[in-house]
Nanobody, 121 residues
Framework: EVQLAESGGGLVQPGGSLRLSCAASGFSFSNYVMSWVRQAPGKGLEWVSGISTHGGTTGTADSIKGRFTISRDNAKNTLYLQMNNLKPEDTAVYYC??????????????WGQGTHITVSS
């Protein structure tokens, strides 16, 4: 059974930093593209960032470019999102998401339960 467990969310002031982690289990982590997706209050889902199977290629949404960095540690079966210079508009539930396969063309497939981030003074 695929399990994705996010951690690291919380309340942070504007300009602050947080690091999200996603512990993966139940599948061969290094064989799958992984991503972070968020949902702000009252809004739809937004793809934030993705990373290839061995971390050589990443993609980021324009809204977070230059502030967030995605990474992975395949030896630890863990996905990360380093978030710097956080803004109130980054307030959202952040989900760790597994793609269906090893290609960027594969659809999103499995979701974690999400972790809440609130950016407020």
């Amino acid at each position: 059974e695929v399990q994705l467990a996010e951690s690291g969310g919380g309340l942070v002031q504007p300009g602050g930093s947080l690091r999200l982690s996603c512990a993966a289990s139940g599948f061969s982590f290094s064989n799958y593209v992984m991503s972070w997706v968020r949902q702000a209050p009252g809004k739809g889902l937004e793809w934030v960032s993705g990373i290839s199977t061995h971390g050589g290629t990443t993609g980021t949404a324009d809204s977070i470019k230059g502030r967030f960095t995605i990474s992975r540690d395949n030896a630890k079966n863990t996905l990360y999102l380093q978030m710097n210079n956080l803004k109130p508009e980054d307030t959202a539930v952040y989900y760790c998401v597994k793609y269906m396969g090893s290609s960027w063309m594969d659809p999103l497939h499995s979701w974690g339960q999400g972790t809440h981030i609130t950016v407020s003074s």
